[in-house]
């Protein structure tokens, strides 16, 4: 319902309610050597609604990542900008970036490295607490407890250290810590990604679970896409810093307007042997090209199978246009893709 | 024929926290040409079974044998192993960047796979390395032959490894979490190749894996592990439609995106157990959501399914209760319970606790 790529497109009536975060054509350049620069994320723009969430998906180097760090200024944008809440972060500086910070949260993806083995959990969950001078001691204590309890965790395991425990705890750890000032947005980095299939479930369904109690907001990054279905309102697909296709999660895995996500959903292997024997893959030549130097015109050229090269493919970047009511997706073939015969669209 | 036949494998490793057992009783057979798939979370002693069957745990503790083409690779010489390792029985590791020397080229680690078992002289092996890079699809092999592996890709060192792994034409392939590291798109890549490699060569393959779609794909017989015992073992097919095993049912439930899930995932409540010390009875029972009082005090061990061939599980359940559905059933009952708190004393660190927090100001 709600994914204007520039504000001009939207109608008034849908204005009404404002974006929590609204991402404005933001680069991200990063220099290599003395003249070469790495394009992580190039001209992205889009919005995230309040109590949504939305998934980032796409293989490593996309910029998915880099994104996810733009959102939060853990890095500076190169140009663009990221407007959260009305408030423009890009502009802000010092003090006032740091107190927009606090509606800010980010779960990483290695639970092991995101805490810091010499403080105790109670400490490390207090520790957004102390920063922002927020609770007097006595209160913080009862703030840890209580949010150990929220994530599932015994409220008494404040005084112990990460190393006593397990990896799926420890990103409970990490979520408490996230929770801690009450935020509207969190980003999460691949969050379950290095957790196993049993505990992965567990953590999705905290986060689904505190969503719906504390009314948040979400940016899920994974390169795992039926993760990614499972829990995300609307999906983005990413590739080598652009985004490539944007829908409703089940539009997107019921009909796909870009080739690149079409192969990335064919190569996601199904737990059933019988499907599987039947399952034909998308099959991609080659590998993602370097950064440092993409494709001409559209950067999927190299490895789509339906490009025409030399075309429109190889010479024009394809813009991302609306195909269908909420769903965007930058390809010169997508009406091709999105056939109406086609079942389940 | 049996190419490889584990029989009551143990392997225990004493530490100074105590005795951390591994592997506790495992056995499995593996026929030439067939693809076995081997699933389990971490700990489960998948990959220690692994590299113990091929020498490669010195300092472990142990038991049982491993007979692999009428020789037990237990009671072998150091260099008995050493002649098997690479030439019969061949390795892919899930980790590309470590498993490949970063000084040396590609080429040369290839050759030396080749010259350390065969005759053949450095020009000769050098062409069958350039060959080898062509069979698993690496662009201008003359080339590439050349590199260091850090000039490549995650996918292309992974071919690397394959390539290598298959130079001699081993009977027996070991992938340990072979695309793991991988993206989808490189994984499905891959996973198609060595299902086509393992045609050319007609060798067996052991996939090690967490991925049960990775194992949907490719395995002919899954055997599913839990706190380094077998816990199911069927061909495909059954193990993933006429699932018996509560654990193995856990494991599909917990899974966003599979047929049975709807819009709330079932995970399998708590964690997995200390291999140092171990619950009593079956190792699963205080996560199982069909535990009966004989779970916690016998331990069982793979029994036949009743009327399901070869259909093998290490589970007193009776046969109605085979099948996915009537455990998400289940499962969704005992989750239930969970959140009332009413299982909190027997399951402690379940998320019990929840219901009664007050919402946060």
């Known amino acids: 319902m709600s994914s204007a790529t520039a504000a001009a497109e939207q109608p008034a009536s849908q204005a009404a309610q404002d974006p929590l975060l609204r991402v404005v054509d933001v680069v991200k350049h990063f220099t290599v050597g003395v003249a070469a620069s790495v394009k992580a994320v190039d001209g992205v723009s889009f919005d995230v609604m309040r109590g949504e969430t939305l998934g980032l998906v796409g293989e490593s180097g996309c910029g998915k990542s880099t994104l996810g760090r733009l959102i939060t200024q853990l890095i500076p944008a190169s140009s663009g900008s990221v407007v959260f809440d009305g408030t423009n972060l890009t502009q802000l500086r010092g003090e006032a970036l740091r107190l927009q910070r606090q509606h800010l949260q980010m779960i990483f993806q290695d639970p092991f490295a995101s805490l810091d083995p010499r403080m105790t959990v109670g400490d490390i969950i207090a520790e957004p607490l102390i920063n922002f001078g927020l609770l007097r001691r006595r209160d913080r204590d009862k703030r840890v407890q209580e949010l150990l309890r929220v994530v599932g965790l015994n409220p008494y395991f404040n005084n112990r250290y990460p190393h006593e425990f397990s990896g799926g705890q420890r990103q409970r750890i990490g979520i408490a810590r996230a929770l801690a000032l009450n935020p509207k947005l969190i980003v999460c980095d691949e969050p379950v990604s290095a957790l196993d299939v049993s505990i992965q479930a567990q953590i999705i369904n905290l986060l689904e679970d505190l969503q719906r109690e504390f009314n948040l907001t979400y940016i899920f990054i994974a390169h795992d896409l039926s993760v990614v279905r499972h829990i995300s309102d609307r999906v983005m697909v990413m590739y080598l810093g652009k985004v490539v296709e944007v829908a409703p999660s089940e539009d997107l895995y019921n009909s796909q307007a870009h080739p690149y996500t079409k192969a990335l959903l064919s190569a996601i292997p199904v737990p059933d042997p019988r499907v599987e024997s039947k399952r034909r893959l998308v099959e991609l030549s080659g590998e993602i090209p370097s950064p440092l130097n993409p494709p001409s015109g559209c950067h999927f050229h190299t490895r789509c199978p339906i490009a025409r090269v030399p075309g429109v493919c190889s010479e024009e970047e394809p813009p991302l246009e609306r195909k269908s009511d909420g769903h965007l997706a930058a390809c010169h073939f997508a009406e091709e893709m999105i056939s109406p015969a086609q079942p389940g669209s | ?361």
């Open chain 2, 1 to 361: 024929m049996t190419l490889l036949k584990v029989d009551n494998l143990t392997v225990s490793f004493p530490t100074s926290d105590g005795v951390v057992q591994a592997v506790r009783g495992l056995s499995f057979e593996v026929e030439a040409g067939q693809t076995l798939g081997i699933v389990g979370e971490s700990g489960s002693g998948k990959s220690v079974s692994a590299l113990t069957m091929l020498g490669l745990n010195p300092g472990a503790d142990i038991t049982g044998s491993v007979t692999f083409d009428g020789r037990d690779m237990l009671r072998l010489s150091p260099r008995e192993l050493q002649q098997i390792r690479g030439a019969d029985i061949a390795m892919i590791f899930q980790d590309p960047l470590s498993a490949l020397h970063p000084h040396f080229r590609v080429g040369w680690q290839i050759r030396e796979a080749i010259r350390a078992h065969t005759d053949v002289s450095n020009a000769e092996a050098r062409h069958m390395a350039v060959d080898l890079l062509r069979l698993v699809n690496i662009p201008q092999p003359d080339r590439r032959v050349d590199a260091f592996p850090h000039e490549l890709s995650g996918g292309m060192r992974q071919r690397v490894m394959i390539a290598m792994a298959l130079a001699l034409k081993p009977k027996l392939l070991i992938a340990d979490e072979p695309t793991t590291a991988l993206d989808a798109t490189v994984q499905a890549q891959l996973m198609e190749l060595l299902a086509s490699m393992q045609r050319e060569v007609d060798m067996a393959m052991i996939v090690i894996t967490h991925d049960l779609g990775v194992v949907a794909r490719i395995a002919d017989k899954v055997q599913v592990m839990y706190a380094g015992r077998a816990a199911e073992m069927a061909d495909a097919n059954t193990l993933f439609h006429q699932t018996h095993h509560p654990y193995t049912r856990g494991l599909l439930a917990s899974l966003p995106g599979s047929a049975i899930t709807s819009s709330r995932l079932l995970p399998i409540v708590g964690q997995p157990p200390s291999l140092i010390n171990l619950p009593s009875g079956c190792a699963f029972h205080p996560r199982c959501p069909f535990a009966m009082d004989r779970c916690m005090r016998e331990m069982p061990s793979l029994m036949a399914v009743e009327g399901g061939e070869d259909h093998l599980s290490a589970c007193y359940l009776p046969r109605e209760m085979v099948g996915v559905s009537v455990a998400v059933d289940t499962a969704r009952q005992r989750y239930a319970a969970d959140k009332q708190g009413l299982r909190a004393v027997r399951l402690p660190g379940v998320a019990a606790a929840r219901e009664e927090v007050p919402a946060l100001a």
